[in-house]
């Protein structure tokens, strides 16, 4: 895969299998509160709020869970304030890499980010050093499932509104989107019945970085570290590894 950010596609597939639950509920909530806060607390009129809503019902988050965190983020609750914070560095081989944390604490976030990167063959960046490679994009993973074939599919994504549709991937068509067009090619593929399993705002690169052996390993050691630390939201990357590579 070249020319998107493959690590949300091994994320997702990871996690249908995470059973770091409690960790999955813990990003969700934060993103959460941050996006009422900014945006206000009606999902329909706040398309980032919408998305994390989605997000948690489809972790089977349950809906008191929700409503509390929208009221912290509006101030009907009282709650811990976050921080937006992106960091920018590089991977093994030289590797983009894109961070949005959501931290209570910059202080303390900002060296241990700079201590993941460094563990584990990369180094942190400054602020644009690599944001120029990555165009703001939507994203939505529909599962090949044969129900659909690839050109049927495209004709429906494309009439909805999309840019492209990808399937490199076995398990996934990848539909992109213009950011502010995600939710409206979704719900059009699902008035059509087609599932959507996942809809997300994605940061796809212009150009990919491929790695092989030791440093593809390396490479998927150092996203694993950045996507079990709690502050560390989102990660992308234009790094570009085999099949093989991710199964080892």
Same mark, same amino acid.
């Given at each position: 895969?070249?020319?998107?950010n493959?690590? !949300?596609? &091994?994320?997702?597939?990871?996690?249908?299998?995470?059973?770091?639950?409690?960790? &999955?509920?813990?990003? &969700?909530i934060? *993103? $959460? %509160?941050? !996006?009422?806060?900014?945006?206000?607390g009606?999902?329909?009129?706040?398309?980032?709020?919408?998305?994390?809503?989605? =997000? #948690?019902?489809? #972790?089977?988050m349950?809906?008191?869970? &929700?409503?509390? =965190? $929208?009221?912290?983020?509006?101030?009907?609750?009282?709650?811990?304030?976050?921080? *937006?914070?992106?960091?920018?560095?590089?991977?093994?081989?030289?590797?983009?890499?894109?961070?949005? +944390?959501?931290?209570?604490?910059?202080? @303390?976030? %900002?060296?241990?980010? @700079?201590?993941?990167?460094?563990?584990?063959?990369?180094?942190?960046?400054?602020?644009?050093?690599?944001?120029?490679?990555?165009?703001?994009?939507?994203?939505? /993973?529909?599962?090949?499932?044969?129900?659909?074939?690839?050109?049927?599919?495209?004709?429906? #994504?494309?009439?909805?509104?999309a840019?492209? /549709?990808?399937?490199?991937?076995?398990?996934?068509?990848?539909? %992109?989107?213009?950011?502010?067009?995600?939710?409206?090619?979704?719900?059009?593929?699902? #008035?059509?019945? $087609?599932? +959507?399993?996942?809809?997300?705002?994605?940061?796809?690169?212009?150009?990919? %970085? =491929?790695?092989?052996?030791?440093?593809?390993?390396?490479? /998927?050691?150092?996203?694993?570290?950045?996507?079990?630390?709690?502050?560390?939201q989102? $990660?992308?990357?234009?790094?570009?590894?085999?099949?093989?590579?991710?199964?080892?």
């Amino acid at each position: 895969m070249s020319g998107h950010n493959k690590w !949300s596609t &091994i994320k997702h597939k990871k996690g249908r299998e995470d059973a770091k639950r409690g960790k &999955i509920f813990t990003k &969700i909530i934060r *993103e $959460i %509160t941050v !996006s009422a806060r900014e945006g206000g607390g009606d999902p329909d009129g706040n398309p980032r709020l919408r998305s994390a809503v989605q =997000a #948690a019902k489809a #972790a089977n988050m349950p809906a008191d869970n &929700i409503k509390r =965190a $929208i009221q912290r983020g509006t101030g009907e609750l009282p709650g811990v304030t976050y921080e *937006e914070v992106f960091y920018e560095g590089y991977g093994p081989g030289g590797a983009a890499v894109m961070l949005q +944390v959501l931290t209570d604490n910059r202080n @303390r976030t %900002t060296p241990e980010v @700079r201590h993941l990167f460094s563990k584990n063959g990369g180094n942190l960046g400054e602020t644009g050093c690599v944001s120029w490679l990555f165009a703001r994009k939507g994203l939505l /993973l529909v599962p090949n499932n044969k129900e659909f074939g690839e050109e049927e599919l495209m004709d429906f #994504a494309l009439e909805a509104g999309a840019e492209d /549709l990808d399937v490199d991937d076995p398990d996934f068509y990848r539909v %992109t989107t213009s950011a502010d067009e995600l939710h409206q090619v979704k719900d059009a593929l699902e #008035a059509k019945g $087609i599932t +959507v399993e996942a809809a997300q705002i994605d940061m796809q690169p212009s150009t990919s %970085t =491929a790695l092989e052996g030791k440093r593809a390993q390396q490479m /998927l050691r150092l996203m694993d570290a950045f996507d079990d630390h709690d502050d560390v939201q989102n $990660i992308w990357s234009n790094f570009d590894i085999g099949d093989d590579a991710i199964l080892e």
